[in-house]
């Protein structure tokens, strides 16, 4: 019966649920089931009717049927749970909206606390059972026992909670928050004990609302303790700060500081303060936006000793490029703190002026989110970086800071270290780890990589930790465990819609696993997804170019695994599968790619020519590799050279010389050269002949290349367009010299024999 209930209920068919539910429970009046649903379903029925509704709905069904149930069963947590959640939610909702409504009054007082009470003799619910009697006690204002359940509660937390730092501090936290705010609402304490209390207790203190901390520095201002004013400002601008109330507030207590420092108060913390506000919120300091430059100036010259005034003058120097003079005071700023963000600053400063890496990286003590973050900075530099060298020793430097963050966030949750932060959190651990990982990976220390990974899997469970780890057991060559790691991997996102071309990708990467343990099936089980991958394609033209970079990494993967597999195969077995292919899928790149190269080695060069342009209309523009590019053109000129196509090999050519001499290693450019020599010949055009032959030579005396039968093809060409220019002395010495080599091409001989100076009348006509 219960399970014809539940599908009325999801079907929305709430009204015929309540009904059929209440004649069931006349005859079955023990069944907890159908009564919890009974509960609910009169709630969902008023939900969109108004909360005052609901609360009737509460009042009058929801309650008695989650007693009828604890009548039953005194102990059924899932019931103690709602008997409560739901009237406390209601009242607190119809509070926000100044409806002063109540279920649990000082008459039924003793029911609901009963039923929390009950809730605290079960660890899975105790914290539970802590919160609702604090919700009880604040809605009745019973001010002394809630701030004994505050207190009874925090040292639950810190009892039950003591081995996960997080969580500890995120429970206590929220009570901790209630009992100050008690206390100073109901002046239970002197104004000096209770900025005593905060002073002792707050390195402890959590929260995601920055409010609560400027609410603490109000109170520790209205105390005279301006110190603690200042601690609880400087963890404001630790958070988001995204609310316009909360950069009201920050510029409120700027000007609050500087009017306490005009009156005499003195602490270097408040020049840091200061000097970021006024670089955040110059506008609504109406203050010009390099005002904060020449204020951390006046601070490096009245406090020489105080971090932030060169820290912040180098940043604004580094942001406007003067880095020489940005270098030194970065420098110093690192010296006399080893800030991360400053370190970082100088470094990129130094990379700019100089082109080095610095080596030496020192220490940090800042948090380990704000070390992670300049880690994070550090990736973005290294992807605007183009020499391959730079981003090595970039990469290398860039470990490090993660290495640094890595061990701060050990020493944060395992030693205890660093005040509590909301930000410090174990998704950023995770992340940290996550980002490690892959430098160890692009260094080459792929059994670090996969440890740190799977560390991080640990603190947090996120889709790129399983890649990170799998990619690395992959590279690592440690097949068992990769395998088990794709398992894994599957059974938590093989069915998800949302990672569909990345599980492709990956389902391509356990073929190639198999392949590499020796598994016999594997061109077979890389044939059928590669051709489940075209199907794909084909079937969905407008597939996003995110999604299209995996789903086309995958196909790599699987061609490449079939390439190996067909490339000991006879030409005409290669030949048909490719051709094959290219038939069923016609919109498919690499298929034509192939062809491109097997039609070249059968000297079909109709076909090559055909296959190479097909190659590039199907090809993306943004996945289609220079060096590839580069190779296919340099298939066209050629086959159409060879096909006497001089003027179309001549219009391509000139097209994409350019490119290709950017995309080509001197020892391929010099052939593509050789081609272009030749095309103009045929062409019997001298300028561009000697501008390519010239070219060509410069770059085989640069790299101190003998001479080769390339070279005679370019020497050759070069006398055959002096020769018809009428620089017949010229290409005869030409002509010597090629003759004067060993085995040289026997035209030379004829062109020797052939070419006469013209006679006296020639030029006349006659």
């Known amino acids: ?117 009950r809730m605290l003799e079960d660890p899975d619910y105790a914290g539970h059972g802590y919160d609702f009697l604090v919700k009880i006690y604040e809605s009745l204002r019973e001010n002394k026992a809630l701030l004994n359940c505050l207190e009874a509660g925090m040292y639950y937390f810190r009892k039950a909670d003591a081995g996960n730092r997080e969580v500890r501090d995120k429970n206590i936290s929220l009570f901790w928050i209630k009992k100050i705010y008690l206390l100073d609402r109901e002046k239970m304490v002197s104004g000096q004990e209770l900025t005593a209390m905060i002073e002792q207790e707050y390195s402890s203190f959590v929260t995601r609302n920055e409010y609560d901390f400027i609410n603490l520095a109000d109170i520790a201002y209205e105390n005279n303790a301006t110190d603690l004013s200042l601690k609880m400002m400087l963890k404001v601008i630790q958070g988001e700060n995204s609310a316009a109330y909360i950069h009201e507030k920050l510029v409120e207590w700027h000007h609050r500081f500087a009017e306490l420092i005009e009156n005499g108060y003195s602490n270097p913390d408040v020049f840091y303060y200061q000097l970021i506000i006024e670089r955040n919120y110059a506008g609504m300091l109406n203050v010009s936006e390099d005002f904060y430059y020449t204020h951390a100036l006046e601070v490096i010259d009245t406090h020489p000793e105080v971090f932030s005034g060169y820290h912040f003058a180098g940043t604004y120097l580094y942001e406007d490029q003067r880095y020489a003079e940005a270098i030194p005071l970065l420098e110093k700023a690192v010296a006399l703190s080893s800030n991360a963000t400053a370190w970082r600053r100088k470094a990129e400063a130094e990379y700019h002026l100089y082109k080095t890496v610095s080596a030496e990286i020192p220490e940090f003590y800042d948090y380990p989110t704000d070390i992670y973050n300049e880690g994070v900075y550090i990736n973005e530099f290294i992807d605007e970086l183009e020499d391959e060298n730079d981003k090595r020793q970039w990469t290398e430097a860039s470990c490090e800071v993660y290495k640094q963050a890595h061990e701060a966030f050990r020493k944060y949750f395992e030693e205890d270290q660093f005040d509590s932060d909301y930000h410090n959190d174990l998704h950023t651990r995770a992340m940290c780890c996550n980002n490690l990982a892959i430098k160890y990976s692009l260094l080459g220390d792929h059994q670090k990589a996969a440890e740190t990974a799977l560390e991080g899997l640990k603190y947090s469970e996120f889709i790129e930790l399983h890649l990170v780890l799998i990619d690395a057991l992959l590279d690592g060559e440690n097949y068992e465990e990769t395998e088990k790691a794709l398992d894994h991997y599957f059974s938590l996102y093989g069915e998800s819609e ?171 450019y010099v052939v593509w050269l050789s081609y272009g020599v030749r095309i103009y010949e045929k062409l019997n055009n001298k300028e561009q ?69 013209p006679g006296l009348f020639s030029k006349f006509g006659f």
Not at 557 to 583: C, R, W
């Open 498 to 668: 949302d990672y569909f071309y990345k599980n492709l990708y990956y389902r391509a990467r356990q073929v190639q696993l198999h392949e590499l343990m020796g598994d016999d099936n594997a061109f077979e089980e890389a044939e059928e997804v590669l051709t489940y991958a075209y199907q794909h394609t084909m079937e969905n033209p407008e597939i996003d170019d995110y999604d299209y970079r995996d789903l086309e990494a995958g196909k790599n993967v699987l061609e490449g695994i079939l390439f190996h597999h067909l490339d000991s195969k006879d030409p005409e077995t290669k030949k048909s599968y490719y051709e094959g292919m290219a038939e069923r899928f016609p919109q498919e790149p690499n298929p034509q790619f192939a062809l491109m190269q097997i039609y070249n080695e059968q000297e079909n060069y109709g076909k090559v020519a055909l296959a190479a342009k097909k190659y590039l209309e199907n090809k993306k523009e943004f996945l289609l590799d220079a060096f590839d590019k580069a190779k296919t053109i340099y298939m066209i000129v050629k086959s159409d050279f060879l096909q006497d196509n001089y003027h179309e090999a001549a219009s391509v050519f000139s097209q994409y010389d350019a490119e290709c001499e950017e995309a080509m290693d001197p020892e391929e």
């Open 689 to 757: 002949t000697l501008v390519f032959a010239e070219k060509f030579n410069d770059i085989y005396n640069t790299e101190e290349w003998g001479y080769d039968d390339l070279v005679e093809s370019v020497e050759l060409a070069k006398a055959v367009v002096l020769y018809h220019a009428g620089n017949l002395k010229e290409a005869h010495a030409i002509l010597e010299q090629v003759r004067s080599v060993q085995n040289y091409d026997p035209i030379a001989d004829e062109y020797k024999t052939t070419w006469k100076k």
């Open 1 to 117: 019966m219960y399970d014809n209930l539940e599908q009325l209920f999801y079907q929305g068919n709430l009204e015929q649920c309540i009904a059929e539910g209440e004649q069931y429970l006349l005859s079955h009046p023990e069944d907890q089931e159908v009564l919890f649903l009974m509960a609910v379903a009169y709630h969902d029925l008023v939900y969109y009717d108004g909360h005052e509704a609901v609360y009737e709905a509460i009042k009058h069904h929801v309650i008695p049927y989650l007693r009828r149930i604890l009548q039953l069963n005194p102990n059924n947590q899932k019931a103690l749970y709602n008997i409560l959640d739901y009237p406390l939610g209601n009242e607190y909702t119809l509070m926000q909206i100044g409806i002063a409504k109540k279920h649990i009054t000082r008459e039924n007082k003793d029911e609901f606390t009963g039923y929390a009470e």
